[in-house]
């Protein structure tokens, strides 16, 4: 019970990796609560957890969410998982796509970063991914939004000391996130990529909450990046 009456916020948890983290900040004795656009998806996220969560609608690529956040009580620790990010070949890609991206997911971390009020000592984790450090033609722009937020979280680290400032990189995960592709194609890249990978598995978004979990609970910790890619970065 490491987070033991420590109230921790997740933006994006109403699915997937953040859906992951309230689950086991909460098992973990945390207050829980869990923010994301869509107040539906909330409820159904809070009835699905076995423990009782709070919800706050909020849309972080929108300057709103920082009068919003700025409102709240301080926070011990608070994750951010949240961004939808459109990928594509460069020379097909609109720049608003782009942006929409960058504002979505570094912007909205940055918003998080600029307003949310949390207590010394607590920390705040991002949420890149492995693209930062491994690019791959077509998935430019993700690449690059993941490299920038390390960059933040590296000086907030210093800004916001002695907040904690941490980002977590996962790999290919198994979430609501890939729904769109049909089942039968997202299980053979599923597959594909395990077979390469030399952990011979893709994550579950409970493996990748446990970063969320030590980026949290381990003082010593900040102005990094934990990297749950299975070994992606090697290959
Ligand atoms: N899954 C992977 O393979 C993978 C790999 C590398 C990196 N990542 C990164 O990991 C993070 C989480 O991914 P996931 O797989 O858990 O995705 P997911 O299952 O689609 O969950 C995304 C969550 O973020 C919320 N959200 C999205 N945009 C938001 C916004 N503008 N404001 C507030 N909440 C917002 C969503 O709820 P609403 O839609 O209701 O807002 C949902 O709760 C993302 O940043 C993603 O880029 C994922």
Wanted: charge should be positive; glycine fraction near 10%.
């Amino acid at each position: 019970m490491e987070l033991q009456n420590q109230r921790v916020l997740v933006i994006g948890g109403s699915s997937g990796i953040g859906l992951a983290v309230a689950r086991r900040a909460a098992a973990s004795g945390a207050d829980v609560t869990i923010a994301g656009r869509s107040a539906a998806r909330l409820e159904e996220a809070a009835n699905v957890l076995p423990f009782p969560v709070a919800t706050l609608p909020l849309d972080i690529a929108d300057d709103v969410a920082r009068e919003v956040l700025a409102g709240t009580t301080p926070w011990h620790h608070v994750a951010v998982t949240a961004g939808d990010v459109r990928t594509g070949p460069i020379r097909k890609q609109s720049t608003s796509d782009a942006q929409s991206g960058m504002n979505a997911k570094f912007w909205g971390a940055w918003r998080v970063a600029a307003a949310t009020p949390i207590i010394q000592g607590g920390s705040l984790t991002l949420t890149s991914g492995a693209f930062a450090l491994r690019p791959a033609p077509g998935r430019v722009i993700a690449g690059a939004i993941n490299a920038a937020i390390e960059g933040l979280a590296r000086g907030l680290a210093l800004e916001l000391a002695p907040t904690r400032v941490n980002v977590v990189s996962p790999g290919l995960v198994d979430t609501p996130l890939w729904s769109a592709l049909p089942d039968d194609k997202r299980r053979a890249y599923f597959e594909r990529t395990a077979a390469a990978l030399p952990a011979r598995r893709i994550a579950t978004a409970d493996d990748i909450a446990r970063l969320y979990l030590t980026a949290m609970t381990t003082p010593i910790l900040t102005g990094t990046t934990l990297l749950g890619d299975g070994g992606h970065v090697l290959i």
